[in-house]
């Protein structure tokens, strides 16, 4: 009953310091591992970069200028001859030099792209979405991995806590046996199995501590800070309210936008085969102008409009548009296999839950019976009827049976955690 009543008020202390500056959270694991994770940094370079994108898309809206230059020098230009009458023998045709000036400055005006910058912006839009939602995926992993350290810092808290009560226990019960040895009532050798005992636990302590502060330096990595290994961990407490199926996790969030990425890729295949209109004007200075026959440097212009269509491709549209409908097809099932997954994984976790409720009852029973025996056994061994050896033994087993209550008491609470983990709602 002593070490019952320890174990509960261990419990109780941890309920109390709840919310102090030594008090630890799985909920305040969360939240630390979600703001300082280093991939939660993405997110704002993600949507800085997709602001950026559509900036640049709608620039394909303004006009486009470009300044080009060129010199030439050929083998060969055009050359007027004509044999004219005597009296037209002075009239000389132009001679065209074989080196020729260009600079220009060209001037496109986008009237109509076939609506290719719409979707353009559509898909960056869904590229963000998608990349956004992979980083939710990752953290959302990241809670898994703190739920492993967490218990596991949990479920070493209390083994030491239970290894402290037993070591007082031997000890207490040493001092008894060594009075009787000096009285010449008991051998030494009862002392001696005690001692051992009692050596044995400090071995099993030492593990335990050296377990449980390496799990808190895992758990410091997991959530960027730092969280001393004397920190009280508070165990959740979780409530199952419903059992009916209800999946809220984000990959299957992840695969929607996926999809309907598929689909918006499938409808831009059709913009690279529409029409596209555009405005154009060209100014330059160069030898020769738009008049070929003038040998002169002179300036011009040109203004127009142009239509392109590519009004027969092979049927690639088509074999486009079906490549993306298989890869809806293939997400499509990925998220089945994902959620079928997840059902199958969801009904383990309600069974397990289930078994540990269930061992926790007879835990209690056990553990009633084990108090009566070693209290039995210690009488015995103040009265000689048994051995140091047979006491430790009958005090062995209450202790695994107090520290199998104390297992199953955080596996269950583990494991309510993993079934909301399953279904997405942590």
Not at 30 to 47: N, S
Not at 215 to 227: K, M, P, Y
């Amino acid at each position: 009953m002593n070490r019952i009543a320890f174990l509960l008020g261990s419990l109780i202390i941890q309920a109390i310091v709840y919310g102090q500056s030594d008090t630890v959270t799985l909920y305040d694991c969360y939240r630390q591992a979600e703001k300082t994770y280093p991939l939660a940094r993405q997110t704002g370079m993600l949507e800085k970069s997709n602001e950026l994108k559509i900036k640049n898309l709608n620039k394909n809206y303004l006009p486009q200028l470009n300044l080009n230059g060129s010199a030439t020098l050929q083998s060969d230009v055009t050359e007027l001859k004509l044999n004219l009458p005597a009296q037209f023998s002075s009239i000389q045709f132009p001679q065209i030099s074989k080196d020729m000036y260009k600079v220009t400055v060209d001037v496109n005006q986008s009237i109509y792209d076939g609506n290719v910058t719409g979707y353009q912006k559509k898909l960056e839009t869904f590229n963000l979405q998608t990349d956004r939602k992979s980083i939710q995926v990752e953290l959302y992993k990241l809670k898994d991995r703190i739920n492993q350290a967490y218990f596991s810092i949990f479920m070493l808290q209390q083994n030491e806590a239970l290894l402290n009560s037993t070591k007082n226990q031997i000890e207490s019960k040493l001092k008894e046996i060594q009075s009787a040895v000096a009285n010449g009532a008991m051998l030494s050798s009862n002392a001696d199995a005690l001692q051992a005992e009692l050596m044995k636990v400090d071995q099993q302590l030492i593990e335990t501590r050296t377990d449980h502060t390496t799990a808190f330096q895992v758990l410091s990595e997991l959530t960027s800070s730092t969280i001393p290994d004397n920190s009280k961990l508070v165990l959740p407490r979780v409530q199952i309210s419903s059992t009916i199926f209800e999946d809220k996790r984000p990959e299957l969030q992840l695969y929607d936008i996926q999809l309907s990425k598929t689909g918006v890729m499938k409808e831009m295949v059709n913009t690279r085969w529409n029409p596209k209109f555009y405005a154009f004007g060209q100014a330059g200075y160069g030898r020769p102008g738009l008049n070929m026959l003038s040998n002169d440097f002179t300036p011009w212009w040109i203004v127009g409009a142009k239509l392109t269509w590519n009004i027969w491709n092979w049927n690639l549209s088509r074999n486009e548009k079906r490549i993306y409908e298989i890869q809806g097809d293939i997400i499509g099932t990925q998220k089945e296999t994902f959620e079928k997954n997840l059902r199958i994984e969801a009904g383990r976790g309600l069974a397990e839950i289930e078994k540990l409720e269930q061992l926790l009852q007879k835990d209690e029973e056990i553990i009633a019976l084990r108090i009566r025996i070693t209290r039995t056994a210690s009488s015995q061994l103040d009265n000689g009827v048994i051995t140091s050896s047979d006491y430790i033994t009958r005090l062995n087993e209450e202790t695994l049976a107090k520290l199998a209550l104390e297992l199953h008491r955080i596996q269950l609470m583990k494991a309510k955690i993993a079934y909301l983990f399953t279904l997405g709602k942590l």
